[in-house]
């Protein structure tokens, strides 16, 4: 996947192209408007990382152009403001998604692959695992053809877990994945625990190979090879 | 005006029983004339109405004054007619008539000051009467006419909104106190705009330049995560991470409690509010279960409240996650000694909605639970402004918001009409939950 990251601020830029280049996607950046027409109007890409608040203008003004020029993009923003009428302008504009700073990497990565499903794939919404398959239309989870009874958030972790596969998933990660930035006082780690705990019992009575471990001290990783 | 009243009052006195006198006297010295006259011309005229109060002396010339023709004493005196002390004002006239020296007095009783004073205060009351009633109607005219340019500009002030960029518009007036007056709102009305604006974009620019490092940072802690780490060093991340969490939890909780202050959330339509607590309550559907607590709700269906759908959100979310995150067994507080569980009770209705819940003590007082970084027990990792907002989201819609403990119980209300007291709410559903 090839992506175009928007955005002023250097570090952040790293940050992301860091995390993105280790799944394997092609990653470039550009730190102002001037520079990111310039790069759009050369080259097509999968999904495009916006930056609200960019020193030449604000992201939102490259919103009509990308529209127009590139409709398959993904377009994602990101936005220090959490500024209501910035996340609706920009929806309203034709942004896929929206963001807020300071997010956690893994939640980058995941809205990312969430909007390129959603208009990518034509409305193939299966996201498969070596035995594990889960249809994101329906939030159903299926091991080996055999329905999984999950819970619609013990679903999402799943699907966050499978998205994210050989990462270090720190709980704060995890919690502000299932509940959101606002739900303030939420941050229960006990809630996250049980939820792994219950999903990685699921899996293994549905007959499917314990993929989940735990990282001592920071949180979970899904491991693609089991040793 | 009362002094005024009453020094009036003194000066008429004086005036009309000096004025009264006054012709009195001229009168008599008339009446002293016609005696003389009438002695010039001799005959007799004894019993003629002129003599009934006259006495008529023939005085050596010796006694008679110097250079005063006639003088006139007052007092008190007995009169025989009425057989009572009067006013008696007496004029004595003298005259040469033959050469001989006459001394001619004539009397009359006066009405006195006591006789006069009911009359004076009497027309004092009518005159006072009729100038209140020309006063209060003359300065409401004149305050319409000349107050005009005021109200208009009282109006003006009245509907402006510091969110609006617009500056205030006022009517020119050409009075002086009212044209500087408006100047100074001017000024004051434009220098809060600025201040205002300034204000709002530090907070954005705040928000920004601060988000973007704690993302960094974030960021950074991502990918280092995934190093070859000792489990020493894992722990240290772990950390980090906490406090970075608590950090952006913090800011961003101030930025939306500033953006609350500063009006930003305008109510465009009502929100059904039976929906919002729905579906805050599925989405709390897990953790509920997972903390075993019992569930006990009334949601009125089709409720609409004038509140920005965000704050709505906002509001209900805060209200039930605390529930859930104070929640703590009731001990043996209910029934028959048998532990009773932990629950919540969720209650919407028309007037308003109450959260109950089982839970500890708090240990400071139930006011200051509303203030910022204030928390009711040391126990979890909140950052004590949930409250904060959610007292801020009510004072900017109007409601009233209440918050008592009793029993283990910890009760919150919210009351969405003005008429109905948020304490009225809270009376019958701040029990255990089988009782």
């Given at each position: 996947?090839k992506?175009?990251?928007?955005?002023?601020n250097?570090?952040?830029?790293?940050?992301?192209?860091?995390?993105?280049?280790r799944e394997?996607?092609?990653?470039?950046?550009?730190?102002?408007l001037?520079?990111?027409r310039?790069?759009?109007?050369?080259f097509?890409?999968?999904?495009?990382?916006?930056?609200?608040?960019?020193?030449?203008?604000?992201?939102?003004?490259?919103?009509?152009?990308?529209?127009?020029?590139?409709?398959?993009?993904?377009?994602?923003?990101?936005?220090a403001?959490?500024?209501?009428?910035?996340?609706?302008?920009?929806?309203?504009?034709?942004?896929?998604?929206?963001?807020?700073?300071?997010?956690?990497?893994a939640?980058?990565h995941?809205?990312?692959?969430?909007?390129y499903?959603?208009?990518?794939?034509?409305?193939?919404?299966?996201?498969?695992?070596?035995?594990i398959?889960?249809?994101?239309?329906?939030?159903?989870?299926?091991?080996?053809?055999?329905?999984?009874d999950?819970?619609?958030?013990?679903?999402?972790?799943?699907?966050y877990?499978?998205?994210?596969?050989?990462r270090?998933?720190?709980?704060?990660?995890?919690?502000?994945?299932?509940?959101?930035?606002?739900?303030?006082?939420l941050a229960?780690?006990?809630?996250?625990?049980?939820?792994?705990k219950?999903?990685?019992?699921?899996?293994?009575?549905a007959?499917?190979?314990?993929?989940?471990?735990?990282?001592?001290?920071l949180?979970?990783?899904?491991?693609?090879?089991?040793? | 005006?009362?002094?005024?009243?009453l020094?009036?009052?003194?000066?008429?006195?004086?005036?009309?029983?000096?004025?009264?006198?006054?012709?009195?006297?001229v009168?008599?010295?008339?009446?002293?004339?016609?005696i003389?006259?009438?002695?010039?011309?001799?005959?007799?005229?004894?019993?003629?109405?002129?003599?009934?109060?006259a006495?008529?002396?023939?005085?050596?010339?010796?006694?008679?004054?110097?250079?005063?023709s006639?003088?006139?004493?007052?007092g008190?005196?007995?009169?025989p007619?009425?057989?009572?002390?009067?006013?008696?004002?007496?004029?004595?006239?003298?005259?040469?008539?033959?050469?001989r020296?006459?001394?001619?007095?004539?009397?009359?009783?006066?009405?006195?000051?006591?006789?006069?004073?009911?009359?004076?205060?009497?027309?004092?009351?009518?005159?006072?009467?009729?100038l209140?009633?020309?006063?209060?109607?003359s300065?409401?005219?004149?305050?319409?006419?000349?107050?005009?340019p005021?109200?208009?500009?009282?109006?003006?002030?009245?509907?402006?909104?510091?969110?609006?960029?617009?500056?205030?518009?006022?009517?020119?007036?050409?009075?002086?106190?009212?044209?500087?007056?408006?100047?100074?709102?001017?000024?004051m009305?434009?220098?809060?705009?600025?201040?205002?604006?300034?204000?709002?974009?530090?907070?954005?620019?705040?928000?920004?330049?601060?988000?973007?490092?704690?993302?960094i940072?974030?960021?950074?802690?991502d990918?280092?995560m995934?190093?070859?780490?000792?489990?020493?060093?894992?722990?240290?991340?772990?950390?980090?991470?906490?406090a970075?969490e608590?950090?952006?939890?913090?800011?961003?909780?101030?930025?939306?409690l500033?953006?609350?202050?500063?009006?930003?959330?305008?109510?465009k339509e009502?929100v059904?509010?039976s929906?919002?607590?729905?579906?805050?309550?599925?989405?709390?559907d897990?953790l509920?279960?997972?903390?075993?607590?019992?569930?006990?709700v009334?949601?009125?269906?089709g409720?609409?409240?004038?509140?920005?759908?965000?704050?709505?959100?906002?509001?209900?979310?805060?209200?039930?996650?605390?529930?859930?995150?104070?929640?703590?067994?009731?001990?043996?507080?209910?029934?028959?000694?048998?532990?009773?569980g932990?629950?919540?009770?969720?209650?919407?209705?028309?007037?308003?909605?109450?959260?109950?819940?089982?839970?500890?003590?708090p240990?400071?007082?139930?006011?200051?639970?509303?203030?910022r970084?204030?928390?009711?027990?040391?126990?979890?990792?909140?950052?004590?402004?949930?409250?904060?907002?959610?007292?801020?989201?009510?004072?900017?819609?109007?409601?009233?918001?209440?918050?008592?403990?009793?029993?283990?119980?910890?009760?919150?209300?919210?009351?969405?009409?003005?008429?109905?007291?948020?304490?009225?709410?809270?009376?019958?559903?701040l029990?255990?939950?089988?009782?």
């Amino acid at each position: 996947m090839k992506v175009l990251i928007i955005e002023d601020n250097q570090e952040l830029a790293r940050n992301i192209r860091e995390f993105l280049g280790r799944e394997g996607y092609i990653c470039e950046s550009s730190e102002t408007l001037e520079e990111a027409r310039e790069k759009l109007a050369l080259f097509q890409y999968d999904c495009i990382l916006l930056d609200i608040g960019l020193p030449d203008g604000s992201g939102i003004s490259l919103l009509n152009f990308i529209r127009n020029e590139h409709k398959d993009s993904n377009v994602l923003i990101i936005s220090a403001k959490n500024a209501l009428d910035d996340k609706i302008i920009g929806l309203e504009k034709g942004a896929d998604d929206y963001i807020t700073k300071p997010f956690h990497l893994a939640e980058l990565h995941a809205r990312i692959r969430a909007v390129y499903r959603r208009k990518n794939l034509g409305g193939a919404s299966i996201v498969e695992f070596n035995e594990i398959s889960l249809n994101t239309d329906t939030f159903e989870a299926r091991i080996n053809d055999s329905l999984l009874d999950t819970t619609p958030k013990e679903f999402d972790l799943l699907l966050y877990f499978i998205v994210n596969k050989n990462r270090v998933l720190s709980r704060q990660a995890i919690a502000a994945h299932l509940w959101g930035d606002y739900t303030d006082n939420l941050a229960n780690f006990d809630f996250v625990y049980q939820h792994v705990k219950n999903l990685r019992r699921k899996i293994s009575n549905a007959g499917g190979m314990d993929y989940i471990s735990t990282v001592y001290g920071l949180g979970y990783k899904f491991n693609s090879r089991t040793q | 005006m009362l002094v005024v009243l009453l020094i009036g009052g003194a000066i008429v006195y004086h005036e009309i029983q000096a004025k009264i006198s006054g012709v009195e006297v001229v009168r008599h010295q008339r009446l002293n004339d016609l005696i003389a006259d009438q002695i010039r011309q001799g005959g007799d005229y004894r019993d003629h109405p002129t003599r009934k109060r006259a006495t008529i002396t023939v005085i050596p010339a010796d006694s008679v004054p110097r250079g005063v023709s006639s003088y006139f004493t007052r007092g008190i005196d007995w009169n025989p007619e009425f057989q009572r002390d009067e006013f008696k004002l007496m004029v004595t006239s003298f005259y040469v008539i033959d050469g001989r020296h006459y001394r001619i007095t004539t009397y009359s009783f006066i009405p006195s000051f006591y006789e006069l004073l009911p009359g004076v205060v009497d027309s004092f009351k009518w005159i006072l009467l009729v100038l209140l009633v020309v006063v209060i109607i003359s300065s409401g005219l004149i305050s319409k006419y000349i107050l005009a340019p005021f109200k208009r500009t009282m109006r003006v002030i009245q509907s402006f909104d510091l969110k609006r960029r617009e500056p205030i518009r006022l009517s020119s007036t050409r009075t002086s106190e009212f044209m500087e007056l408006n100047q100074f709102l001017k000024k004051m009305t434009e220098k809060a705009q600025e201040d205002y604006q300034s204000l709002k974009e530090f907070t954005e620019n705040a928000s920004h330049e601060l988000q973007t490092p704690t993302a960094i940072i974030r960021g950074k802690l991502d990918l280092l995560m995934e190093s070859e780490i000792r489990d020493e060093q894992a722990i240290l991340i772990a950390e980090m991470q906490n406090a970075l969490e608590r950090l952006s939890r913090i800011h961003s909780s101030l930025t939306l409690l500033t953006k609350l202050e500063n009006n930003e959330y305008v109510a465009k339509e009502p929100v059904n509010i039976s929906n919002v607590v729905r579906e805050t309550l599925n989405a709390f559907d897990e953790l509920i279960e997972m903390k075993s607590l019992e569930l006990d709700v009334h949601i009125e269906k089709g409720i609409y409240v004038p509140l920005h759908a965000a704050l709505a959100d906002l509001l209900v979310t805060n209200l039930v996650s605390n529930s859930i995150r104070h929640n703590a067994p009731a001990g043996r507080a209910s029934g028959a000694g048998v532990d009773a569980g932990g629950f919540i009770r969720v209650n919407l209705s028309r007037e308003g909605l109450v959260v109950v819940n089982t839970g500890r003590e708090p240990q400071v007082p139930a006011a200051e639970l509303f203030e910022r970084f204030k928390k009711g027990n040391a126990a979890g990792d909140s950052i004590g402004i949930g409250l904060a907002i959610v007292r801020q989201i009510c004072e900017l819609s109007g409601f009233d918001i209440i918050y008592e403990y009793r029993d283990g119980l910890h009760g919150l209300a919210v009351s969405f009409l003005p008429r109905v007291p948020a304490s009225k709410l809270l009376q019958n559903l701040l029990v255990p939950l089988h009782s």
